[in-house]
C-alpha cells in the first residue's frame, strides 16, 4: 500500500510498521496521525525525518534500527513526550543528537546516544533517565573532565543489561595527559552492578577503571576490549563467576591473560569462548604457571580463537572441554588433550628454522578422534602426517585455503567426509583421483576464487553416486560447463556465481531429474542466455523448480 495514501487517510492509526520497505522518505503528513503509539522505520533509506514527527505527542515506540543512512533527527524530538524506546541501534551515519533528549523523562530505552560538545547534548543529558536494554555511547573522547562523566550517572541505571562505551579519536599518539583524563573519565563511568555486556572500544588509556575488577560485577557474561592500544594490563575479569564471552582485540602491550592472580581463587570458571586477535607480545595465559589453580583456569572453555599473537609460548596444560580451536599451527603445537575437539580451523606458518611449515604432529591428530570440521590454510604435503590423518574417522567437513597443491594423501582417509571447500589456491586446476575414495559419503563440493581452473574437476565423475550440491563461485577462466554434467544424477543444487566465461548450459542438464534448484549470478552472457521464455537455454532449466537467476548489474 502507498504510503502517502496511508498518512493521508488513515489518521486513527495506533501503530505504523514499515520495516524493511524501500521508502527513503518520510512526508510531514505522519504528523496527523495524532494517535500514533508505535513508528517502525527499521531498515529503511531514510536519511531524515520530518519535523512533524514532534507532533505525535502519543508515540510511545519510535524503532529506527538499521537505518544506515539517518543522518540527522528532529531538532524537537524532546517534545515526544510519551516516547518510551527510541532504537537506533546500526544508524552508523548518526552523527550527533537533538538537543535537551534528556527532558524525555519516560523514555527507557535509548540505544545509541552520541556525546556532544555543546550543552544540551553532552552526557549530563543521560542523568535522569531509566534507561535499560542495551545503551552504546559514541565519542567519549569529547567529554572533557571527570565531573561531566559522573553525570551520566550509570551507576543507578539499574535496568541497563548492556553497555558499549567507545572513544573515537583520531589521534595515534596521545600525551600522558590525554592518557590520564580518559582514565579518569572510563572510572566514572561505573555501571550498576546488574550489568551482564560491557563492550569497550578506542580507550587510550594505560589502565582499566578499578571496577572492571571488581568483583561486584558478578552478573557479567560478556566482555569485548577492542582497538584499546595503551592498556598495559587487562583488568583482573577471572574471578567473575558468570563470565561466559571473552574477546580482547589490537592490544599492543598486553603479555598476559592473567597476572597476579589469587592463589585460592578458581580463574574464569565459567568461560565458554575465548577470542585472542592482534596481541603481538602476548606471552601467556598466565603470568605464575606454578600457582595451585593455575592447571584448573579456563576449566570449561569450549571456544578458543588465536589469531596474530606471534609470541605466544604457553597456554593453559589442558583444555579438555574445548570443541571449537583457531589458531596457527605454532599455537596448536602447544596444546595438548584435545580428545573433545569438533572443529580445527589452523593456518599453517613458515617455519623460522628450516624452509617448510609448521607441521602438526602425528601425535596431535591422533589426539583428535573426534574432530568433525577441518579448515586448513597455506598447508602443503608435509603439513600433515598421513599417518596423523588416518584417526580422523570422524570427520565430514574438510575446508582448503590459500594451498598451492592438493596432496593425495588428504583424499584417502576421510571416508566419512560429506562436504570439500577449495577456496583461493592458485595452482588448483583439477581434484586428485583420489577423490573416488569418497563416493559413498560425499555430498557438497564448493569451488571458489581459483583463478586457473579452467574446466569443471573431472575427478567429480568418481561421485556421481552421493554428490547432491555443487557450487562454482569465481571461477574466472571456467568458460563452459561439461556434458558429463548431467550424469551427476543425484545432485539436487547447482549454484554458479562470478564466472563471466561460461557461456552455455549444456543439453544433459534436462535429464538431472533431482536438480531442484538452479542459480545464476553474476555471470552476464549465461544469465541472458537462462532469461525466462526468451533465453536460447530456458528450454533446458525451465523444467527445474527452483530458479534464481539474477541480472548482472556491471
Not at 528532529?74 to 548518526?94: A, Q, V
Request: proline content about 4%; some cysteine.
Amino acid at each position: 500500500m502507498d504510503m502517502s495514501f496511508v498518512l493521508n487517510n488513515f489518521f486513527c492509526l495506533r501503530i505504523l510498521d514499515a520495516s524493511r520497505t524501500r521508502i527513503n522518505e518520510l512526508s510531514s503528513a505522519v504528523g496527523n496521525l495524532k494517535h500514533l503509539r508505535q513508528l517502525n522505520l527499521s531498515g529503511t533509506q531514510i536519511r531524515t525525518l520530518p519535523d512533524s514527527i514532534c507532533r505525535l505527542w502519543n508515540l510511545q515506540v519510535l524503532n529506527l534500527d538499521d537505518c544506515k543512512k539517518l543522518e540527522t533527527l528532529p531538532k524537537k524530538t524532546r517534545d515526544l513526550i510519551n516516547l518510551h524506546h527510541l532504537f537506533l541501534e546500526d544508524c552508523e551515519s548518526l552523527t550527533e543528537m537533538p538537543s535537551k533528549i534528556g527532558e524525555l523523562t519516560s523514555l527507557r530505552t535509548l540505544s545509541h546516544f552520541i556525546v556532544g560538545r555543546n550543552r544540551g547534548n553532552r552526557l549530563e543529558e543521560l542523568q535522569c533517565l531509566k534507561l535499560g536494554g542495551k545503551l552504546t555511547i559514541r565519542h567519549l573522547e569529547r567529554v572533557e573532565n571527570l565531573m561531566d562523566a559522573k553525570k551520566a550517572n550509570l551507576a543507578e541505571k539499574e535496568n541497563l543489561l548492556h553497555l558499549n562505551l567507545q572513544w573515537e579519536s583520531d589521534n595515534d599518539a596521545p600525551t600522558l595527559e590525554e592518557k590520564e583524563s580518559e582514565e579518569k573519565v572510563f572510572e566514572a563511568l561505573e555501571p550498576h552492578r546488574n550489568l551482564e555486556i560491557l563492550w569497550v572500544w578506542g580507550f587510550n588509556g594505560r589502565f582499566f577503571p578499578d571496577w572492571m575488577s571488581n568483583s561486584t560485577l558478578g552478573k557479567l557474561v560478556d566482555v569485548h576490549i577492542s582497538s584499546c592500544k595503551n592498556f598495559l594490563h587487562l583488568p583482573q575479569l577471572g574471578e567473575l563467576p558468570h563470565l561466559k564471552y571473552l574477546w580482547v582485540t589490537t592490544a599492543e602491550e598486553v603479555e598476559y591473560i592473567i597476572e597476579d592472580p589469587l592463589i585460592s581463587v578458581l580463574q574464569f570458571p565459567s568461560l565458554r569462548t575465548l577470542y585472542l586477535w592482534s596481541l603481538p607480545n602476548l606471552k601467556g595465559f598466565l603470568k605464575d604457571q606454578v600457582t595451585t589453580k593455575s592447571d584448573e583456569a579456563f576449566s570449561n572453555l569450549e571456544e578458543l580463537r588465536i589469531e596474530d599473537c606471534s609470541s605466544l609460548k604457553v597456554v593453559p596444560s589442558s583444555l579438555k572441554k574445548l570443541k571449537k580451536l583457531k589458531c596457527t599451527s605454532s599455537t596448536l603445537a602447544l596444546l595438548s588433550n584435545l580428545e573433545n575437539l569438533t572443529k580445527l580451523d589452523v593456518y599453517f606458518e613458515e617455519s623460522t628454522s628450516v624452509e617448510m611449515k609448521c607441521a602438526v604432529t602425528t601425535e596431535t591428530l591422533r589426539s583428535l578422534t573426534n574432530l568433525k570440521i577441518l579448515k586448513i590454510s597455506n598447508a602443503d604435503e608435509l603439513s600433515l602426517p598421513e599417518q596423523g590423518l588416518r584417526a580422523l574417522k570422524s570427520l565430514t567437513n574438510l575446508y582448503i585455503v590459500n594451498c598451492n597443491s592438493l596432496p593425495r594423501v588428504w583424499f584417502v582417509h576421510f571416508t566419512a567426509l560429506e562436504e570439500l571447500g577449495i577456496n583461493g589456491c592458485p595452482e588448483v586446476v583439477e581434484l586428485p583421483q583420489e577423490i573416488k575414495n569418497l563416493n559413498n559419503s560425499l555430498k557438497t563440493v564448493i569451488l571458489s576464487d581459483l583463478p586457473n581452473m579452467v574446466c569443471v574437476p573431472k575427478a567429480l565423475q568418481h561421485v556421481l553416486d552421493s554428490l547432491q550440491y555443487l557450487y562454482l563461485f569465481g571461477l574466472p577462466q571456467l568458460s563452459s560447463l561439461p556434458g558429463w554434467l548431467g550424469d551427476l544424477r543425484c545432485l539436487e543444487d547447482l549454484s554458479i556465481r562470478d564466472c563471466l566465461k561460461i557461456a552455455s548450459i549444456p543439453d544433459s542438464i534436462r535429464g538431472m531429474t533431482k536438480l531442484r534448484h538452479l542459480s545464476v549470478q553474476e555471470c552476464p552472457e549465461l544469465e541472458r542466455r537462462c532469461e525466462r521464455e526468451k533465453g536460447e537455454d530456458w528450454h533446458k532449466i525451465a523444467h527445474i523448480p527452483i530458479l534464481q537467476i539474477v541480472e548482472w548489474i556491471p
